[in-house]
């Protein structure tokens, strides 16, 4: 199999924290694009007529998109350690907290670096001032219920490490781009984020 990925990007660090967790980093070959130049050119659209990454490549030649489904077809192939739930239950719950950071947490803060940060204005055309405004309230309000989920659990799914803290801590990183630590001013996910950022897989870019 074959990664097609980027640097910075937070959708594709879902995957390399992912691989990382599985241990699975050096037998899946890693192919970095820069998101300017080659995600848009004719060989990248036949992988993926969106131009985005990651794109995992399958033996078989097919082309997997959309980080959660490459992380969803890695658990299945490689089920342990188990970082999306074991039980129906605790499945499902992992998918709800994960798709919560995932639309609550990270697509707020996507959107405000995309916007906001004036190095990205090459990938978003057009950036728009009041979208990355409108975006970074959304995000602040975020980390709120964020902070308070966080109070009754060690992680966001619960009291073991999955998936949706891997998105939730990828998003947080990306938001560094626009100097959003919301670590310093919320004490539940100061404390959350020490704990995943000790991890070896949190290193992984």
Same mark, same amino acid.
């Given at each position: 199999m074959k990664l097609y990925t980027a640097k910075l990007a937070p959708n594709p660090r879902r995957v390399h924290m992912f691989l990382a967790e599985k241990g699975l980093l050096d037998q899946i070959e890693r192919v970095e694009l820069d998101l300017a130049t080659?995600? &848009? #050119?004719?060989?990248h659209l036949g992988r993926n007529p969106l131009g985005l990454v990651p794109v995992l490549e399958l033996d078989d030649g097919r082309f997997l998109t959309e980080s959660r489904a490459i992380c969803s077809y $890695?658990?299945? %192939?490689?089920?342990?350690?188990?970082l999306m739930g074991q039980t129906p239950e605790e499945r499902a719950f992992i998918e709800? +907290?994960? /798709? /919560?950071?995932?639309?609550g947490v990270l697509l707020p803060l996507a959107n405000?670096?995309?916007? =906001?940060?004036? =190095? *990205? =204005?090459? $990938?978003? &055309?057009?950036?728009i001032a009041d979208f990355a405004e409108?975006?970074?309230? &959304? @995000?602040?309000?975020? %980390?709120?219920? $964020?902070d308070e989920d966080l109070a009754g659990r060690d992680y966001?799914? =619960?009291? /073991? +490490?999955?998936?949706?803290? #891997?998105?939730?801590?990828? @998003? *947080?990183? +990306?938001? /560094? *781009?626009? &100097? +959003?630590?919301p670590w310093e001013s919320h004490p539940n996910i100061a404390r959350w984020r020490d704990q995943?950022? @000790?991890r070896p897989s949190a290193d992984v870019g």
């Open positions: 080659q995600t &848009k #050119i004719p060989d $890695l658990e299945h %192939m490689h089920p342990e350690p188990n709800m +907290f994960d /798709r /919560r950071v995932e639309w405000w670096v995309r916007h =906001g940060h004036p =190095g *990205l =204005g090459v $990938l978003e &055309k057009p950036q409108a975006s970074s309230q &959304k @995000a602040k309000a975020a %980390m709120v219920w $964020l966001v799914a =619960g009291n /073991r +490490f999955t998936i949706a803290d #891997i998105t939730a801590f990828c @998003a *947080l990183e +990306f938001a /560094r *781009l626009v &100097k +959003f630590k995943v950022k @000790a």
